[in-house]
């Protein structure tokens, strides 16, 4: 089981994007940056990306250059999102969640991300939180 934002982790969620055929069709002709920061961790703040460019889902530590969309979150958040305890969207409008970005791109490629989110799910299935 790979600890929640650790390298193992996001290894994880690499072999599941490298291993998905149906991501590949569903990010075909997408080209955007989706940037993660969780605040407050036992070791600071992490940031980790995920860029989706025609077909192709790279997972990345780090902070990205020119993200299209930044999402902010404390770590409960990020954990109680991670583990379907809370939506997204219900965290973004009770203000848990920040976005920072071009929110209109966000909105149009939202069967894309949910591509991506339904590969990840099984890596979120076998995290420790």
């Known amino acids: 089981m790979p600890a929640y934002l650790s390298s193992e982790w996001l290894a994880a969620l690499q072999a ?6 149906s991501l590949r069709a569903a ?9 993660q920061i ?13 860029v989706v460019d025609d077909g192709v889902t790279a997972v990345r530590a780090g902070h990205a250059e020119g993200p299209t ?8 958040t990020a954990i109680a999102v991670g583990r379907g305890d809370l939506s997204a ?4 409008m009770t ?19 949910a591509g991506v989110d339904d590969v990840f799910a ?5 995290t420790e939180y």
């Open 27 to 35: 990010t075909a002709g997408v080209h955007l940056v989706v940037q």
């Open 122 to 126: 099984s890596v979120r299935g076998s």
């Open 38 to 50: 969780i605040t407050g961790g036992p070791d600071g703040d992490v940031a980790y990306h995920v």
């Open 16 to 21: 599941a994007a490298d291993d998905s055929p």
């Open 95 to 113: 203000g848990r969640i920040r976005v920072r970005g071009d929110l209109p791109k966000l909105v149009e490629q939202h069967a894309a991300l």
């Open 69 to 76: 969309i930044t999402f902010t979150q404390d770590r409960d």
């Open 89 to 92: 969207q219900g965290a973004f």
